[in-house]
């Protein structure tokens, strides 16, 4: 017997540690399942007593205590866009020297369809921008923009002939002078004419004097009643060709063959023609702007000029050698061109805008538009 025992034990030693480790596999198989089974059941909350470092109690963790990964940086806030739609309208930044926030609604309230006349006329490309709130002017409302003036009433709306009524408020020499405006027709120039079709037959056959002129003021959806009929002949003013309308004026540089639609709304502005409180932007709500202070009021009419004389030189400086930016109007986002320091500049105008100073002038190319204050300096 101890033999077949001894023989045995001989035979077989391999086997038993193979056990032993086939046995231990499969307690711990099965421990491993209850426990995550356990866990599961209990919650991400639960931990055992070896699993906590205050003498075996179990507690619940605070999410907000347990160490985490530091917080991604939070995106920046995009800023708002420059125009955005709201009911019946549209309201607009671009103008109100501001970040996006203070502007000018468009829109077709009080029976006086704005909006729509001034899309029918093809918006911001042809008219500009609005530069003024609405406003009652005769029993109409009315609302300027930088190109041109629209008034409403009634359900219906149309342009304004602008420049028909700077003339008659006397202000065409003015127009002359600081703005290249061509002097209006003589009274007597439709004398003879038959009806309306020879009137504007005669006076469209005046754009034939430069056929870049012609081809600019065809170029929009309804010219007649965007810019109304011409009321000067086409004029050589410096490195210009300029014809003036009732609803506007067109300049060709022959430097570069350029088209401008001149700003005449902002002309209407800067000579004092309508109240200054229409010109002070408010919130997408309607409210003044906020520390926009006293309205952007427009410059004095010229018979009393400011201390500063108009029609001084200026220079583009204090840039750093960057230059600064033409805009059309008195906003930081209208830009126009660019011109480097030492660049010749004429002073027209001056306004401030929600607390920056501006000045209106005029660049070597004939361009008349506006330059923070702080980027010129009197010429030598």
């Not at 480097?340 to 501006?358: A, D, F, I, S, Y």
């Amino acid at each position: 017997m101890a033999r077949q025992l001894q023989r045995y034990h001989r035979s077989s030693p391999r086997w038993e540690p193979l056990t032993a480790l086939i046995f231990i596999m499969v307690i711990g198989g099965f421990f491993y399942v209850g426990y995550s089974i356990f866990q599961a059941w209990a919650g991400p909350d639960f931990n055992f007593p070896w699993q906590l470092g205050n003498g075996g109690r179990t507690v619940r963790t605070v999410a907000a205590a347990s160490p985490v990964a530091p917080a991604a940086p939070a995106e920046p806030v995009p800023a708002p866009p420059a125009d955005r739609d709201i009911p019946d309208g549209h309201f607009f930044t671009q103008t109100s020297g501001a970040d996006g926030v203070n502007g000018f609604a468009v829109t077709n309230a009080d029976n006086a369809p704005i909006w729509h006349e001034y899309m029918r006329l093809g918006g911001p490309p042809v008219l500009g921008f609005p530069i003024s709130q609405r406003f009652e002017r005769g029993g109409s409302v009315v609302q300027l923009f930088q190109r041109t003036g629209i008034t409403g009433r009634d359900g219906t709306a149309s342009p304004m002939n602008l420049m028909d009524l700077l003339s008659q408020l006397g202000h065409d020499k003015v127009l002359r002078e600081k703005w290249a405006i061509p002097m209006p027709l003589p009274g007597n120039f439709d004398a003879g004419a038959n009806g309306w079709d020879q009137i504007a037959g005669r006076r469209l056959a005046l754009l034939d004097a430069e056929p870049r002129l012609k081809a600019s003021y065809y170029s929009v959806p309804d010219p007649v009643a965007a810019f109304g009929l011409p009321t000067s002949r086409v004029e050589d003013v410096g490195g210009h060709r300029v014809i003036r309308l009732q609803r506007g004026s067109l300049a060709l540089n022959r430097t570069n063959g350029e088209v401008t639609r001149l700003d005449v709304g902002q002309m209407a502005q800067n000579l004092g023609v309508f109240p200054a409180e229409a010109f002070q932007p408010t919130t997408l709500g309607g409210e003044p702007a906020a520390g926009a202070g006293a309205p952007a009021a427009a410059a004095p009419p010229p018979a009393e000029p400011a201390p500063a004389a108009d029609g001084q030189q200026l220079i583009v400086a204090n840039t750093n050698g960057d230059g600064v930016f033409l805009r059309r109007s008195p906003n930081p986002n209208d830009r126009l061109r660019a011109w480097p320091e030492k660049t010749r500049l004429e002073l027209l105008g001056e306004q401030h805008v929600n607390g920056q100073h501006w000045l209106n002038v005029q660049d070597p190319a004939g361009n008349v538009g506006w330059v923070p204050a702080q980027y010129t300096a009197p010429a030598n």
